[in-house]
């Protein structure tokens, strides 16, 4: 199937936005009028340039307030279609989209409508071109892609056809079923845009606030299993309004914009494979069935710290590397991988951001089928050389250049730990420390729904509603994604300013991407005794987070006293509790985090994050970093 783009769907001037398009993979563009406009080529030299690039001409648009209007404004709509037909044949494309009309002298009625679009169709057929009539959600008297379809099926020409875009249906919830109804040869172009689900005035919401499907909460796949269903074999395109992305770097959005088609599809194909003629051959969603491992960077006195830390959290090395300057450090089913090596991607990331996470394992069903349907979602492939008697792990990269190893069962790549590693046989007892609970990814704001569209169309994970932590510096955006059965979460943070606690985090380590690891207990209180008998030192909190917690929830004086002596913090909702601790921060702003999770709980604490900013602000302060 087709895929295209429409040109105000990402930032730019016309080249530019073509040469993103063209390298993002599309077949096309819908070129919108204004781009056209702005650009000092003619018609046909625009037209050439675009198919130099290997891009069709989908669409034209957008034609305005045609259908209904009186005379003389109707004789005048005529003459303006008119007129954008000939600009049409000198640019090479043959279909036109015309909204729904919104001028105030437009008159209802599906008749009246029905026969200006017989008249068009007959002179559109005159030069070799089509009309397509799209109902915007806001249409003065169309709205409903219902109704447009009955305009179109009583304009009754071979010439006139139906647009359909998704938010026009979802953002006023017409159940997407109905077109189904609709025959799919008279179906003659579909745009896809999604977006999050806000309740304001419906143009405002459109021009602003749409992305791209699976970025955000309207039934975006519903709707196309319903169009394909009818039959049609035109193009899929993507029409986004979006402030964010207009002033994004187009690369980047574009590559985001057909990741989000070839995973719509794939969708589509997997919920309906009769519907979808030439799906992309590639394999399903990888499951995840836990985090294989982390692994720092670090060189010097930042390895002493680390390795310190991770010593008093109860950790001990378990194994050291056959080839490299690698130690494993294990408790219960967790591994952190301190790397040491002074050549190589490791040592490139130390140099860039000082100590950081620069490789995290996921452990899949599959992992080759995992890399491979990466790669089709346009991820970069990561390979470094390997020694004798090293595995060959498939990986790509992640967020800011990070690496991503995927591990599995079945071809033999989670023996790496025996196969790569020497084995310490003197492991002690260590501090109830079972596996790892989340993972923290800091970004920027602007970059959050690309990362969050990266894992959810790679993997089965689910997300949480996007919710503001407040941090006494600014806002920080958050949102959690997790497999289906809590074996993996990561939480995507995104700063707006360098002020807060994660926008200083990532301006000082030049954009490293984890800002800290939650740990999980199975009994918080045994936990934070050990560690503290291991020299531990918690973040500690002000007495009056634990009057306010008296304050809030129905506690006994014996628990608060508990919660109080190992600096946790607690929270509940209507299925549990939840209690997390913290380390000090270290290495610029990363810190670990302990937790227990009770009951049913799925949150990650987020009432107590500003007062566990405020108590890093608070130390590291004290520390003599710059105020903030």
Request: proline share 5%.
């Amino acid at each position: 199937m087709k895929t295209s783009i429409a040109t105000v769907s990402i930032s730019g001037n016309l080249v530019e936005k073509l040469e993103a398009i063209a390298a993002a993979g599309f077949d096309g563009i819908e070129i919108f009028e204004q781009d056209f406009i702005a650009h000092d080529g003619n018609p046909r030299e625009v037209g050439d340039l675009i198919r130099s690039m290997g891009l069709d001409i989908t669409l034209f648009q957008p034609f305005r307030d045609f259908e209904g209007l009186p005379d003389p404004l109707r004789a005048k709509a005529f003459d303006r279609a008119e007129r954008k037909f000939d600009l049409m044949q000198e640019l090479g494309t043959d279909l036109v989209l015309i909204c729904s009309s919104c001028h105030p002298e437009a008159l209802g009625g599906i008749d009246r409508a029905a026969e200006d679009f017989q008249v068009l169709g007959e002179r559109a057929a005159k030069r070799g071109l089509r009309v397509g009539f799209e109902a915007l959600a806001w249409g003065r008297h169309v709205n409903d892609h219902r109704d447009a379809w009955e305009i179109v099926r009583r304009a009754d020409h071979a010439n006139v056809g139906l647009v359909l875009d998704s938010f026009h249906t979802l953002a006023r919830k017409i159940d997407p079923e109905t077109i189904r109804r609709i025959p799919g040869d008279k179906i003659f172009f579909v745009q896809l845009a999604d977006a999050p689900q806000i309740t304001m005035d419906l143009l405002y919401w459109s021009r602003h606030f749409r992305n791209m499907p699976g970025e955000g909460d309207l039934p975006v796949t519903d709707f196309m299993r319903a169009v394909m269903a009818t039959g049609y074999s035109g193009p899929i395109s993507l029409e986004i309004f979006n402030d964010q992305f207009r002033g994004g770097p187009a690369k980047a959005i574009a590559k985001d914009g057909y990741r989000s088609l070839v995973a719509l599809m794939d969708d589509v194909y997997r919920a309906e494979p009769a519907t979808v003629t030439d799906p992309t051959p590639m394999p399903q969603r990888a499951r995840i069935t836990g985090t294989s491992f982390v692994e720092f960077a670090t060189r010097g006195d930042d390895a002493d710290t680390l390795e310190s830390m991770l010593t008093t959290l109860g950790f001990q090395e378990s194994g050291t590397h056959i080839a490299k300057k690698l130690a494993v450090w294990t408790q219960g089913d967790i591994r952190i991988v301190v790397n040491h090596e002074e050549v190589g991607y490791a040592a490139s990331a130390y140099h860039m951001h000082g100590t950081t996470v620069c490789d995290i394992g996921i452990s899949v069903d599959a992992a080759q089928a995992a890399v491979l349907r990466a790669q089709h979602l346009g991820a970069e492939p990561f390979r470094q050389p390997t020694g004798p008697g090293e595995l060959d792990i498939p990986a790509i990269r992640g967020l800011s250049g990070s690496v991503l190893h995927f591990i599995d069962d079945t071809s033999g790549l989670s023996d790496v730990w025996q196969v790569e590693f020497t084995q310490n046989p003197t492991m002690g007892p260590d501090a109830g420390l079972k596996r790892i609970d989340h993972l923290a990814q800091t970004m920027s704001y602007d970059e959050m729904l690309s990362w969050s569209l990266f894992y959810t169309t790679l993997f089965q994970m689910r997300k949480s509603p996007m919710v503001d932590v407040v941090d006494p510096d600014g806002l920080v955006r958050s949102q959690a994604l997790e497999a289906p059965d809590g074996t993996f979460r990561i939480t995507l943070n995104g700063a707006e300013t360098h002020r807060t606690m994660a926008g200083h985090f990532l301006a000082d380590s030049f954009g490293a991407s984890v800002q800290h690891i939650a740990l999980a207990s199975d009994d918080i209180f045994a936990t934070s005794t050990a560690l503290l008998a291991r020299g531990f030192e918690p973040l500690p909190m002000s007495d009056n987070y634990y009057a306010d917690l008296v304050a809030r929830f129905d506690l006994d004086a014996a628990l608060l006293d508990r919660l109080k002596a190992g600096n946790i913090l607690y929270d509940e909702d209507s299925n549990g509790a939840f209690f997390q601790f913290y380390s000090r921060p270290y290495a610029g702003g990363m810190f670990f985090e302990i937790v227990e999770r009770r009951g049913g709980y799925t949150g990650y604490g987020a009432p107590n994050a500003p007062f566990r900013i405020a108590a890093q602000k608070r130390l590291m302060r004290q520390k003599g970093m710059p105020k903030q």
